[in-house]
């Protein structure tokens, strides 16, 4: 039984364009947002039999209305029975496990009262988490009194309606708290959207708007037609998850649905199950988070931090961002250590790894020896031993003294929660384990799923890497059911303690109804297990955002003088619209970075189905493959090895993007003509030559 839920990225032929609203035009309602509104009941939520092959990526074409129901009724007719991981809800033994590690955690972690621990954290001062807000979104120039229009406006340009007005809450909020401080107040974001400098970076066509109309309309008739009434079609075995347009303005289209009568007349009860998962892939293929440079991933978790705030506003969470206070980091070398710093000491014997050499190993020697054993990370180790082997890590783990072959699989599981559990800051940060705990609050499964990519966005780069690297360990346990009896909400269950609870940031994890609250915990920890490959991909509209960020940063030259802005905008225009947008079938020329093995250009000829595959093909058989400069290294085994290369685009309206193999190229050059390609070697490629 695979342990990830299949995730299925299908092609999405029709070019989505993205959501552009006309902010020039921009006014504030916040008595008309739905986020006064009252949160309803899933309606999306469906029984449904899992399929259980692991995740893929399928380029079969996006299919029309009349095409989904032909497929929906095909597979119909052959359901796989529900495996064992897919019960509706946790058994008791699960639920015991849940609370016996709550008790462990108190106990084994030196502080008995969990929830009343605040020495560690601190609430932050009326008006702080606002700023500190503003700064993690790239806005602190808003309430900065020499911030200068055109350095506010390049962000606010790129933002939907709604992510707007989140932008505009947080500043009404820092305003209010300076006026009881007696501080004078920043200025109102109207009025950098209405000054002469942001009109020029703001839509001024009245297509945009259509083209946002139309996304949003697709949206409304594909991802929402799950609140049709069961007895009126089929109940799909599919999600289907859009992520063309911002989550937030989805969010907008949800209720507004879900408030028309007929939707009203048949609530859908959750069943608990998890369907299979489509994502529609669009011309320019799929873009995971190591896809990015580092210049470039900043400008998403900017972005991403926008649109999360906007949709916990319509959901109405209530999100609270803490903040580690000062401890005495321990004399250890391996537990208490932080992420970042016990990262950083590694880097220097191993200077490509992105999690700790330490869980490396411990996660390794489980996949070996652990995840066929009955009960592994349920069943506790024996404490003597655990803490003889803990001492005995620390001291010789880095001299490789360490021997694995009498370690017991049960141990070594309870270390792994130990290490996890004595971070001196949670996993998933201070400031967003309570964001994360309180996604077990939504009951839309899919705003669920869009709020943890968001989270997964935010996420430090160490903590984002080390919580992928527990993921994939926990989806390999969940594969081996049969074997050791864990299913997904046994693991669910016995790691959410462990990851959202933690002495540095107060939990309401552990109030009210147990049964209740164990099950919402465990349900948001199955959905980073099976989800995971979905949840570490950035959002089409994020991908959007960022390249018309760029794209207006390049010309913020122009708004300086007004007497020449406009001869600079034809001459820009001119210029863009100069390489051979409207030619059929352009050709491009594609510089080669392979390392030592080669370097030079290769000529290209761009048609309407050219692919990142078909350009790498081509490259394979001039340069590494031919019989006159063929450049594979020669195995002892007589195999010859080459070089495992990608395709970049650098420049342009990006920093530098490796390409899906998918990717449609002449599409791409359309979208960023201004950019260049390479062909380079995939990071730590070089290590099978």
């Given at each position: 039984?695979?342990?990830?839920e299949?995730?299925?990225?299908?092609r999405?032929?029709?070019n989505?364009?993205?959501?552009?609203?006309?902010?020039?035009?921009?006014?504030?309602?916040?008595?008309?947002?739905?986020?006064?509104?009252?949160?309803?009941?899933?309606?999306?939520?469906?029984?449904?039999?899992?399929?259980?092959?692991?995740?893929e990526?399928?380029?079969?074409?996006?299919?029309?209305?009349?095409?989904?129901?032909?497929?929906?009724?095909?597979?119909?007719?052959?359901?796989?029975?529900?495996?064992?991981?897919?019960?509706?809800?946790?058994?008791?033994?699960?639920?015991?496990?849940?609370?016996?590690?709550?008790?462990?955690?108190?106990?084994?972690?030196?502080?008995?009262?969990?929830?009343?621990?605040r020495?560690?954290?601190?609430?932050?001062?009326?008006?702080?988490?606002?700023?500190?807000?503003?700064?993690?979104?790239?806005?602190?120039?808003?309430?900065s009194?020499?911030?200068?229009?055109?350095?506010?406006?390049v962000?606010?340009?790129?933002?939907?309606?709604?992510?707007?007005?989140?932008?505009?809450?947080?500043?009404?909020?820092?305003?209010?708290?300076?006026r009881?401080?007696?501080?004078?107040?920043?200025?109102?974001?109207?009025?950098?959207?209405?000054?002469?400098?942001?009109?020029?970076?703001?839509?001024?066509?009245?297509?945009?708007?259509?083209?946002?109309?139309?996304?949003?309309?697709?949206?409304?008739?594909?991802?929402?037609s799950?609140?049709?009434?069961?007895?009126?079609?089929?109940?799909?075995?599919?999600?289907?998850?859009?992520?063309?347009?911002?989550?937030?303005?989805?969010?907008?289209?949800?209720?507004?649905?879900?408030?028309?009568?007929?939707?009203?007349?048949?609530?859908?009860?959750?069943?608990?199950?998890?369907?299979?998962?489509?994502?529609?892939?669009?011309?320019?293929?799929?873009?995971?988070?190591?896809?990015?440079?580092?210049?470039?991933m900043?400008?998403?978790?900017?972005?991403?931090?926008?649109?999360?705030?906007?949709?916990?506003?319509?959901l109405?969470?209530?999100?609270?961002?803490?903040?580690?206070?000062?401890?005495?980091?321990?004399?250890?070398t391996?537990?208490?250590?932080?992420?970042?710093?016990?990262?950083?000491?590694?880097?220097?014997?191993?200077?490509?790894?992105?999690?700790p050499?330490?869980?490396?190993?411990?996660?390794?020697?489980l996949?070996?020896?652990?995840?066929?054993?009955?009960?592994?990370?349920?069943?506790?180790?024996?404490q003597?031993?655990?803490?003889?082997?803990?001492?005995n890590?620390?001291?010789?783990?880095?001299?490789?003294?360490?021997?694995w072959?009498?370690?017991?699989?049960?141990?070594?599981?309870?270390?792994?929660?130990?290490?996890?559990?004595?971070?001196p800051?949670p996993?998933?940060?201070?400031?967003?384990?309570?964001?994360?705990?309180?996604?077990r609050?939504i009951?839309?499964?899919?705003?669920?799923?869009?709020?943890?990519?968001?989270?997964?966005?935010?996420?430090?780069?160490?903590?984002?890497?080390?919580?992928?690297a527990?993921?994939?360990?926990?989806?390999?346990?969940?594969?081996?059911?049969?074997r050791?009896?864990m299913?997904?909400?046994?693991?669910?269950?016995?790691?959410?303690?462990?990851?959202?609870l933690?002495?540095?940031?107060?939990?309401?994890?552990?109030?009210?109804?147990?049964?209740?609250?164990?099950e919402?915990?465990a349900?948001?920890?199955?959905?980073?297990?099976?989800y995971?490959?979905?949840?570490?991909?950035?959002?089409?509209?994020?991908?959007?955002?960022?390249?018309?960020?760029?794209?207006?940063?390049?010309?913020?030259?122009?708004?300086?003088?007004?007497?020449?802005?406009?001869?600079?905008?034809?001459?820009?225009?001119?210029?863009?619209?100069?390489?051979?947008?409207?030619?059929?079938?352009?050709?491009?020329?594609?510089?080669?970075?392979?390392?030592?093995?080669?370097?030079?250009?290769?000529?290209?000829?761009?048609?309407?189905?050219?692919?990142?595959?078909?350009?790498?093909?081509?490259?394979?058989?001039?340069?590494?493959?031919?019989?006159?400069?063929?450049?594979?290294k020669?195995?002892?085994n007589?195999?010859v090895?080459?070089p495992?290369?990608a395709?970049?685009?650098?420049?342009?309206?990006?920093?530098?993007?490796?390409?899906?193999?998918?990717?449609?190229?002449?599409?791409?050059y359309?979208?960023?003509?201004?950019?260049?390609?390479?062909?380079?070697?995939?990071?730590?490629?070089?290590?099978?030559?």
């Amino acid at each position: 039984m695979g342990g990830k839920e299949e995730v299925v990225v299908s092609r999405l032929d029709s070019n989505m364009q993205f959501p552009r609203t006309k902010l020039s035009r921009f006014r504030l309602r916040p008595n008309n947002s739905p986020v006064r509104g009252k949160r309803m009941k899933s309606k999306f939520h469906k029984k449904k039999a899992r399929d259980p092959s692991p995740t893929e990526m399928s380029v079969d074409p996006w299919a029309g209305t009349q095409d989904q129901a032909a497929a929906e009724h095909a597979h119909s007719t052959h359901t796989p029975p529900p495996s064992q991981d897919q019960e509706q809800h946790p058994d008791e033994l699960c639920l015991d496990s849940f609370w016996s590690e709550v008790e462990t955690i108190r106990q084994g972690s030196g502080y008995t009262d969990l929830d009343c621990t605040r020495r560690d954290s601190r609430q932050s001062e009326e008006g702080e988490q606002e700023e500190q807000w503003l700064a993690d979104a790239g806005l602190s120039n808003l309430i900065s009194e020499d911030s200068e229009d055109v350095d506010n406006a390049v962000l606010l340009s790129t933002l939907t309606r709604t992510q707007a007005e989140a932008v505009q809450r947080r500043l009404d909020s820092y305003t209010l708290s300076l006026r009881k401080r007696n501080k004078p107040p920043p200025r109102d974001v109207r009025d950098i959207f209405h000054s002469p400098i942001a009109q020029t970076l703001l839509p001024e066509s009245q297509q945009s708007e259509d083209l946002a109309q139309n996304s949003m309309a697709s949206v409304a008739k594909t991802p929402l037609s799950a609140v049709t009434p069961e007895h009126q079609r089929c109940a799909p075995k599919e999600e289907f998850f859009i992520t063309d347009v911002a989550y937030c303005e989805q969010a907008v289209i949800f209720l507004k649905q879900a408030k028309l009568p007929q939707n009203n007349s048949q609530r859908r009860k959750e069943d608990g199950t998890l369907p299979r998962v489509i994502c529609p892939k669009c011309r320019l293929g799929v873009t995971r988070i190591q896809d990015l440079s580092h210049a470039d991933m900043k400008k998403v978790r900017q972005l991403a931090l926008i649109d999360m705030t906007a949709l916990s506003d319509l959901l109405e969470l209530e999100v609270k961002r803490n903040k580690t206070g000062k401890r005495k980091i321990p004399e250890s070398t391996l537990f208490g250590v932080p992420l970042a710093t016990l990262l950083e000491n590694d880097q220097k014997m191993k200077p490509n790894t992105s999690t700790p050499l330490f869980m490396q190993a411990l996660l390794s020697f489980l996949e070996k020896k652990g995840v066929d054993s009955e009960g592994i990370l349920r069943v506790p180790g024996s404490q003597s031993r655990i803490k003889l082997l803990q001492q005995n890590l620390e001291t010789n783990f880095y001299s490789g003294q360490v021997s694995w072959d009498e370690v017991s699989p049960n141990d070594a599981a309870a270390l792994l929660k130990k290490f996890i559990r004595e971070l001196p800051a949670p996993l998933l940060t201070a400031e967003y384990l309570n964001t994360f705990s309180a996604v077990r609050d939504i009951t839309e499964l899919k705003q669920k799923l869009h709020m943890l990519n968001l989270l997964i966005l935010l996420l430090p780069e160490p903590n984002r890497n080390t919580l992928k690297a527990l993921l994939e360990f926990l989806s390999k346990v969940v594969s081996r059911e049969k074997r050791n009896r864990m299913n997904l909400w046994a693991v669910a269950t016995i790691m959410a303690p462990n990851l959202f609870l933690h002495k540095a940031v107060p939990s309401r994890l552990t109030e009210g109804a147990e049964k209740g609250q164990a099950e919402k915990a465990a349900d948001v920890m199955r959905l980073l297990i099976r989800y995971q490959d979905l949840l570490w991909t950035i959002p089409n509209f994020l991908m959007s955002q960022v390249r018309k960020l760029n794209e207006n940063s390049n010309r913020r030259y122009q708004f300086y003088d007004r007497r020449i802005k406009n001869l600079l905008r034809k001459i820009h225009t001119d210029s863009r619209d100069k390489p051979d947008k409207n030619t059929s079938e352009p050709r491009r020329t594609v510089k080669i970075q392979v390392g030592d093995l080669v370097s030079g250009t290769m000529e290209f000829q761009l048609n309407i189905n050219s692919r990142t595959s078909d350009l790498l093909s081509q490259f394979h058989r001039q340069f590494l493959r031919s019989p006159d400069n063929g450049k594979g290294k020669m195995r002892r085994n007589g195999s010859v090895v080459y070089p495992d290369c990608a395709l970049y685009e650098v420049g342009g309206n990006i920093g530098e993007h490796c390409l899906d193999p998918d990717t449609h190229l002449l599409d791409l050059y359309n979208s960023n003509p201004g950019g260049e390609w390479f062909i380079k070697m995939k990071p730590n490629a070089s290590r099978g030559l």
